[in-house]
């Protein structure tokens, strides 16, 4: 059980947007800053936005990231096949003095 | 840019100590720049943070865990360990060492190649 939430699976075709959600609480999304990860078959996660909003060196502008309250959300255009992947959020838990995870969703491109 | 490499075996008895190795290269374990992670997967799941040191030698520990868990660092070596005890087949997973920026609390931002662990007889 992961302390912070996501869904399981999300897919759309090629070229269009999708959302990856990711809930907490107070302690973690609610007062600290989020980021993404994507971890590609076989490989180890690379980061891909961190305070929430922050892409790294490399990463296209096609991500974006946002954050309302205890929720995050991960945005992602004009997807390609490239983009199938696990993705994950995380965020220090004040209360827990950890870093959290959520569950990781799985992004299918039709 | 920091560089990091688990070095440790791949098979460990249960009821045993799993202890890994992760050399840093790029960067000093002692330069007050990062905190030292400990991250581990099973496979097909989710990623679960085991823990982290600063240089200070100072340490978190996830809760969960933290009755078995000790992360510790060698300077002279530029390296640091991960040493979890009393292991099942629950321990069975992926163990990647990573890095946080001082500023960056949650954050992770490099990752090794990770190196996987069986516990089994």
């Known amino acids: 059980q992961s302390v912070l939430t996501q869904p399981p699976s999300v897919s759309a075709a090629p070229g269009q947007k999708v959302t990856i959600s990711c809930s907490g609480s107070r302690s973690n999304i609610g007062s600290n800053s989020v980021s993404w990860y994507q971890q590609l078959p076989g490989t180890a996660p690379k980061l891909l936005m961190y305070?929430?909003?922050q892409r790294p060196s490399g990463i296209p502008d096609r991500f974006s990231g946002s954050k309302s309250a205890t929720s995050a959300t991960l945005g992602i255009t004009g997807l390609q096949t490239g983009d199938e992947a696990d993705y994950y959020c995380?965020?220090?838990?004040?209360?827990?003095?950890?870093?959290?995870f959520g569950g990781g969703t799985k992004l299918t491109v039709l | 840019q920091v560089q990091l490499q688990e070095s440790g075996p791949g098979l460990v008895k249960p009821s045993q100590t799993l202890s890994l190795t992760c050399s840093v290269s790029g960067g000093s374990i002692s330069s007050g720049s990062y905190y030292w992670s400990w991250i581990r997967q099973p496979a097909g799941k989710g990623l679960e943070w085991i823990g982290r040191?600063?240089?200070?030698?100072?340490?978190n520990y996830n809760p969960s865990l933290k009755s078995r868990v000790t992360i510790s660092e060698d300077t002279s070596k530029n390296q640091f360990s991960l040493k979890l005890s009393s292991v099942s087949a629950a321990d069975t997973a992926m163990y990647y060492c990573a890095t946080t920026p001082e500023w960056g609390l949650g954050l992770v931002d490099y990752w090794g190649q990770g190196t996987l662990v069986t516990v089994s007889s």
């Open positions: 305070e929430t909003n």
């Open positions: 995380g965020a220090w838990d004040t209360s827990l003095s950890a870093v959290v």
């Open positions: 040191i600063y240089t200070s030698g100072s340490t």
